[in-house]
């Protein structure tokens, strides 16, 4: 399946109604927080797959979700402003990057979309990160 007809179908089968782009984002964010398993990369070497590659395999780590979650958006031209924040969350290596989320803006509205774990709603952001800095998709 490519990345629009499934982003199409997610939001066709949420009921969402036309234009309300917050929610159809928020339909996308649970997808890909609940069908696509999250995975670690080969052991000792950072890895990247492309959004489609996640999609057919059904599971990424952090990097590869966050870029398809941005992907589907993308794809059905959801108006916000979306970024990858990177954050260094592990405690024993607080200076480096380990962990990429997505954050989106609509106006004024800002919110962080981190579907790593299944119990992450929308707009939670890892609370004891020791550095952070964002990147405009």
Not at 23 to 38: E, G, K, N, P, S
Not at 97 to 113: I, M, W
């Amino acid at each position: 399946m490519e990345v629009r007809d499934a982003a199409i179908e997610v939001v066709q089968r949420a009921g969402l109604r036309s234009h309300d782009f917050v929610a159809q984002l928020a339909a996308l964010f649970r997808f890909v927080r609940d069908r696509i398993t999250f995975v670690r990369d080969i052991y000792d070497v950072e890895t990247l797959q492309g959004p489609l590659k996640t999609l057919t395999v059904g599971a990424g780590d952090c990097d590869d979700r966050a870029t398809l979650l941005v992907a589907l958006a993308r794809s059905i031209g959801i108006p916000a402003e979306l970024r990858f924040r990177v954050a260094a969350s592990d405690p024993s290596r607080p200076r480096e990057f380990s962990h990429v989320y997505v954050v989106a803006r609509f106006g004024a509205r800002v919110f962080a979309l981190d579907p790593t774990y299944p119990d992450n709603p929308p707009g939670y952001q890892y609370p004891l990160s020791t550095r952070l800095a964002d990147a405009i998709v």
